[in-house]
């Protein structure tokens, strides 16, 4: 992984999305890590050439929270 991307993730995009399962959840800290990190969205972000990195830390929630419920991952309209 390029250690800017890594960066970003690290810093900018993985803490925001978190805090936002945590809210809308009402999960722990530590369950909503876990479930972000074991989830099929969460091997596309960490690939780099997927740029799933690139929707904002909300989209990635709703994109979480579709896979959480259904199964699949809904992408936004227009892109897979």
Do not use: C, R
């Given at each position: ?7 970003l993730l ?36 960490a ?5 799933v ?28």
């Amino acid at each position: 992984m390029n250690i800017k991307f890594n960066m970003l993730l690290s810093i900018a995009i993985l803490p925001k999305l978190i805090e936002i399962i945590i809210e809308k959840e009402h999960m722990d800290e530590i369950v909503a890590i876990e479930q972000l990190y074991n989830s099929k969205l969460y091997e596309l972000l960490a690939d780099e050439d997927t740029w799933v990195w690139h929707y904002s830390p909300l989209m990635l929630y709703t994109m979480w929270k579709s896979e959480k419920e259904t199964g699949e991952i809904e992408f936004p309209e227009g892109q897979s």
